[in-house]
């Protein structure tokens, strides 16, 4: 049995003062959900904050981004390994926004996926296609490649160690979402591409679903057999919304 996972996508929201808060708010309503792993990914500067006030509590922190390097010359990076020593658990890889507004290519990547594991944090790698190749029934094929290009920098075996989160460009921000049956046939497309090379590595991986998840969809999202949870950006910045979505997850394993 995977254990779902629900991560908060904060994207570029917030003060100092409303990240504290929605922290707090999240904090109060969390129901004992050890069913469920629930993280929060605020911008990096207010990352400390969050650590702090989540510390002796089960909520995760994670970074949404990190360098495709160590260290060095690269001005305005931040890498895995500094996120992970301010107390992140995970970090988002290849969101879209990434790849398409940043120029991130899938060997960026999977070479920040590397990087992320080896620092001890556990990544989420982001895959998806935009709304004109799901029309050019290319969707498969780009979804393959962007995990592809993954398996061939780290191998199947450190699959177990990342969560994949599939996330349909067209369904992100849009308020369109992808149906149950149109998720669940991608991510048992993911499921049957790693099953190729390692069957029982393909069971464990978590694939979360995200692009406008809500409180009146998760259910019905989190109800299909390979939909582990949800990465959550519009809905994650609402404290209410996002506990809706947490507590869907549990129940989605009854
Ligand atoms: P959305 O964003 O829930 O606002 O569609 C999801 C994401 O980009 O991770």
Redesign the pocket.
């Known amino acids: 049995m995977r254990k779902p996972i629900v991560l908060g996508?904060w994207?570029l929201n917030g003060t100092a003062a409303a990240s504290d808060a929605l922290v707090a708010s999240i904090l109060s309503g969390m129901p004992a959900l050890d069913v469920v792993d629930v993280g929060v990914c605020p911008p990096h500067v207010f990352i400390p904050q969050t650590v702090h006030q989540a510390a002796h509590t089960t909520l995760a922190v994670g970074g949404q981004n990190c360098s495709e390097f160590t260290t060095g010359a690269y001005t305005g990076e931040v890498s895995a390994e500094m996120l992970r020593e301010v107390g992140c658990r995970y970090v988002?890889v290849g969101?879209?926004?990434r790849r398409a507004l940043f120029g991130e290519t899938n060997e960026t990547v999977a070479r920040k996926t590397h990087l992320a594991l080896k620092s001890g944090l556990t990544p989420v790698l982001?895959v998806g296609e935009t709304l004109e190749e799901r029309e050019a029934g290319q969707m498969n094929a780009v979804v393959e490649g962007q995990i592809q290009a993954v398996l061939n920098e780290i191998g199947i075996a450190q699959f177990e160690r990342l969560v994949i989160?599939y996330?349909p460009i067209w369904?992100?921000?849009?308020?369109l979402t992808a149906s149950p049956a149109q998720a669940q046939a991608m991510h048992a497309m993911i499921r049957g591409v790693l099953s190729t090379q390692n069957p029982a590595v393909a069971r464990a991986v978590r694939i979360q679903y995200?692009?406008?998840?809500?409180a009146d969809n998760a259910a019905e999202l989190f109800a299909e057999p390979d939909i582990d949870g949800?990465?959550?950006?519009?809905?994650?910045l609402k404290a209410e919304d996002f506990l809706i979505i947490c507590r869907a997850a549990a129940d989605s394993l009854r």
């Open positions: 996508n994207k988002l969101h879209s926004e982001c989160a996330e369904a992100i921000g849009t308020g995200g692009g406008s998840v809500k949800g990465l959550i950006g519009g809905a994650s």
